[in-house]
């Protein structure tokens, strides 16, 4: 069993910056691939990054590629979303995952654990 709880969510202006945290306990960390996936009011839930165990391997959204960062740190339990030049388009409440194995999967289907979501509000 692993529990993942965010933080870092908030309301921020367009062109603005947010750091998201994933903290995790219970199982190894370092032995889940992670994700960041998002839902927007209305709208299915979406993939938004992901990264591999020992975060040597990401991948993201074409929506978001060169505004986003996801990192992890094994050491202390933690994944990291940093998103840059926020647009409006990306308000939504923001869950972390965690996936046995290895592979950083786009679908929410391949993850086991989730988190509680956190709000990020972009406002124009």
């Known amino acids: 069993q692993v529990q993942l709880v965010e933080s870092g969510g908030g309301l921020v202006q367009a062109g603005g910056s947010l750091r998201l945290s994933c903290a995790a306990s219970?199982?190894?960390?370092?032995?889940?691939?992670m994700g960041w996936f998002r839902q927007a009011q209305g709208k299915e839930r979406e993939f938004v990054a992901g990264?591999?165990?020992?975060?040597?391997?990401?991948n993201y959204a074409d929506s978001v590629k060169g505004r986003f960062t996801i990192s992890r740190d094994n050491a202390k339990n933690t994944m990291y979303l940093q998103m840059n030049s926020l647009k409006p388009e990306d308000t939504a409440v923001y869950y972390c995952?965690?996936?046995?194995?290895?592979?950083?999967?786009?679908?929410?289907?391949?993850?086991?654990?989730w988190g509680q979501g956190t709000q990020v509000t972009v406002s124009s």
């Open positions: 990264i591999r165990t020992s975060g040597g391997y990401t």
């Open positions: 995952a965690a996936a046995a194995g290895w592979s950083a999967s786009i679908s929410p289907n391949d993850y086991d654990y």
């Open positions: 219970g199982r190894t960390f370092s032995g889940y691939a």
